[in-house]
Structure formats: C-alpha cells, structure tokens
C-alpha cells in the first residue's frame, strides 16, 4: 500500500537545496526513528546519535555505516569510544556478502 504526502516545498531560489534524513531502523520492532536537518555535518551527526541513545535507552544498538567523512570525524570519536553503541563501516570496495551476513549473525 503506498501512502501519499503532501510533498514539502521549500524555497531555493536558483540554488540546488534539500533537506536531509538521518534515520536508524529496529530490525527487531520495525521502530523507524527518523531526524531531519538542514545540514549533514558532523555537529548534526553526533546530535542524532545522542537523540539515539536517548530513544533506545539500555539497549545495545549496532549502527552499519557507510564511509563518509562525517561517520570519521574526530569529533565523533570520543562519543563512539565511551558508550554502548558498536559502529560497523561498509568496507568501500570488495565486500563480500558472507562477511556482512556473519557480521548479522554475530550480534544476535
């Protein structure tokens, strides 16, 4: 079933604009929490990963990311090293389905 929305418009004149989505899926629950911003930098990243650990409180949470700048940040960093949420980087090439699906299976 497809479920229509009013498509939010949004003022750019003549600049090529968007709104960015930052979002982690329960695999479990199907729990989508979603965060919108207007920029994707590393301020906005680790924001959403405090809004993370706040809407799943007291549960391990493993975060597949891909390899972009912002996921390296230095600023990121320190939050990653003392807290309970384990990061796993998409290799950017040569990645075998086996590898990724044993990931899957080890944190269960």
């Known amino acids: 079933m497809v479920f229509e929305r009013p ?3 949004i003022p750019t004149y003549g600049r090529h604009q968007g709104v960015k989505l930052i979002g982690t899926l329960d695999y479990e ?3 989508v ?5 207007e920029h994707y930098t590393a301020i906005e990243f680790l924001n959403f990963l405090e809004k993370v650990m706040m809407h799943y409180p007291n549960e391990r ?3 597949v ?3 972009a700048r912002i996921h390296h940040a ?3 960093r320190p939050f990653l090293e003392f807290t309970l949420l384990q990061t796993f980087f998409i290799p950017t090439f040569r990645c075998t389905v086996v590898h990724f699906i044993n990931f899957f299976v080890d944190c269960k």
């Open 7 to 9: 498509t939010k418009i």
């Open 61 to 63: 949470i493993v975060m």
């Open 33 to 37: 929490f979603c965060v919108q911003e």
């Open 74 to 76: 230095k600023l990121i």
């Open 29 to 31: 629950t199907g729990d």
């Open 65 to 67: 990311l891909n390899n």
